[in-house]
């Protein structure tokens, strides 16, 4: 057996549109919605499916009447209650595991396998890709998802996302998948137009921002938040000349429009994926 080692820590919950702090984390969440959505073509009323990875256990309920037993996995103990007392009934369930160990079932137990935004939070990427392959049946599937490396940030930078280990491209995430799979066939995740447009702009903004200066810059507004908390003066930033009161102050976003966007803006494209926002890959012991 394998060691399937080691996440980072990163979990999205449902939530009301009005409670959602930014456009851009609700749109991120639509997306992660629609990956359960375009599973639903991999799976059958017989399925047996594991969700590695499951976090608060919102897509056993997009994925209902498509799996027989739909059993999730998280290391989150949070998570794990969350999607237990949400979503868990007597074919759905939620167990806590830790991913420096096993998995506890038996060789060729799955039909499919769904492990959506997690690969690029594992240490030990060989042994979490040989779980899944032990895992699935003959001829069976898994599906994982992870953000498109390519319109996120150039190869010599880091990942933009603090809890993200390493982001791939479609020839690097191609490159770690096809030693244990039969066939892998990749695709990315697009959207309509608008979505496009808000997408790509906030994530050139953050390609043309040194990291270090990102890192300093939540350096600073942490320190600011921390010093207000306990009483005490904030520091002074003698290189930016923005005040202290509009560093801290945080409007209320304007959600107007955001009715109009929904899980079904995205959608599976087979051309162009460099361009894509996560990639989707189809792999097949």
């Known amino acids: 057996m394998t060691h399937a080692a080691g996440f980072t820590h990163e979990r999205i919950a ?4 009005d409670q959602w702090p930014t456009l851009h984390e609700y749109l991120m969440f639509l997306r992660h919605q629609a990956a359960y959505r375009l599973a639903q073509n991999h799976s059958t009323p017989d399925s ?19 799996f027989q ?12 209650a969350h999607a237990n007392a949400t979503f868990g009934d007597e074919a ?28 690029e939070h594992v240490h030990n990427v060989k ?25 996120r940030c150039y190869k010599f ?26 066939a892998v066939n990749a695709y990315g995740v697009s959207a309509s ?33 921390n010093s207000r908390a306990q009483g005490q003066p904030a520091p002074q930033n003698t ?6 009161s509009r560093q801290a102050t945080c409007p209320e976003p304007d959600r107007r429009g955001w009715n109009s966007f929904s899980e079904s803006d995205y959608f599976l494209t087979e051309n162009n994926i460099e361009s894509s926002l996560d990639l989707f890959f189809v792999m097949t012991k």
Do not use: C, W
Request: hydrophobic share 35%; glycine share 4%.
């Open 92 to 119: 759905v369930s939620f167990d806590l595991v830790d991913p420096e160990k096993p998995l506890p079932f038996k060789d060729n137990t799955f039909d499919l396998i769904l492990s959506f935004q997690v690969i």
């Open 127 to 151: 042994g979490y890709l040989a779980e899944i392959n032990r895992l699935l049946k003959k001829d069976a599937r898994a599906l994982i998802t992870t953000p498109n490396r390519l319109l």
């Open 239 to 244: 290189s930016s000349k923005t005040p202290a």
């Open 48 to 66: 047996k499916v594991l969700d590695f990875g499951s976090g608060t256990g919102y897509g056993s309920k997009i994925m209902t009447g498509h």
């Open 69 to 80: 037993s739909y059993q999730g996995l998280d290391n989150s103990p949070e998570a794990i």
């Open 193 to 225: 137009q608008q979505i496009m447009d808000v997408e790509i702009t906030r994530l050139r903004k953050y390609r043309n921002v040194p990291r270090f200066l990102k890192q300093i810059r939540a350096s600073l507004i942490n320190s600011f938040l």
């Open 14 to 17: 449902d939530r009301p549109i």
């Open 157 to 182: 930078q880091k990942p933009m996302n603090e809890f993200h280990l390493k982001e791939y491209s479609p020839k690097e995430l191609l490159k770690a998948t096809r030693p244990f799979f039969n």
